[in-house]
């Protein structure tokens, strides 16, 4: 079993920062891409950023210039620097995985559970 467990969040006034991490673990035998999204009250989970193998990355229009996503691959993880935060970054993040198991071809999709960020003076 697969599990990808994230820390780093809480409360920040806007404009401050915050460091989202996130390590999987389990029986792995390669993590290939890995991400982070958000989900808003109300609102679909969407993509924040995501870093492919290597140091590939795609960024949210509304995210790019202010956080930056790199992964220790030794580790399993994933981290998420969030900088200059405005009160619509406030959501639930997940960690995502894609993750090849021993003995399979193709990777499957694990989440972690999500951390709270609240931007608010």
């Known amino acids: 079993q697969v599990q990808l467990v994230e820390s780093g969040g809480g409360l920040v006034q806007p404009g401050g920062s915050l460091r989202l991490f996130c390590a999987a673990s389990?029986?792995?035998?390669?993590?290939?891409?890995m991400g982070w999204y958000r989900q808003a009250p109300g609102e679909q989970r969407e993509l924040v950023a995501r870093?492919?193998?290597?140091?590939?990355?795609d960024y949210s229009d509304s995210v790019k210039g202010r956080f930056t996503i790199s992964r220790d691959n030794a580790k399993n993880s994933v981290y998420l620097e969030m900088n200059s935060l405005k009160p619509e970054d406030t959501a639930v993040y997940y960690c995502?995985?894609?993750?090849?198991?021993?003995?399979?071809?193709?990777?499957?999709?694990?989440w972690g559970k999500g951390t709270l960020v609240t931007v608010s003076s």
């Open positions: 389990g029986n792995i035998f390669r993590v290939d891409a």
């Open positions: 870093i492919l193998v290597g140091t590939n990355t």
């Open positions: 995502n995985a894609l993750v090849v198991l021993p003995g399979s071809i193709y990777g499957r999709n694990y």
